[in-house]
């Protein structure tokens, strides 16, 4: 098994690629319940606390934000911002 440094090491070595910095564009269409759920599924995974150095560590502070607005065009493109706005406020009472 590989030691958290090791990993460290391998997924800094992948994120310094060439090309890795390209911008790509992507088409998706799903429907809104998927929209929804991988909205949800970002914001976790942006929220956990890895202390064994993953790959957001290794990412940055940049890659991260990028990904938080990503979250935000999902739910707009998809006309659910304000109905996930509502469902944050139900799970936090």
Do not use: F
Not at 15 to 26: A, Y
């Amino acid at each position: 098994m590989l030691s958290a440094k090791d990993v460290s090491i391998i997924y800094e070595t992948l994120l310094t690629s060439p090309g890795m910095n390209d911008t790509v564009k992507i088409d998706l269409r799903m429907p809104r319940k998927n929209a929804l759920l991988l909205t949800r599924v970002i914001e976790l995974g942006l929220s956990a606390k890895d202390s064994e150095g993953g790959l957001l560590q290794t990412a940055g502070k940049d890659t991260i934000t990028e990904l938080n607005n990503l979250t935000g065009d999902v739910l707009q493109k998809a006309g659910l911002t304000e109905m996930y706005s509502k469902l944050n406020a139900l799970q936090s009472k």
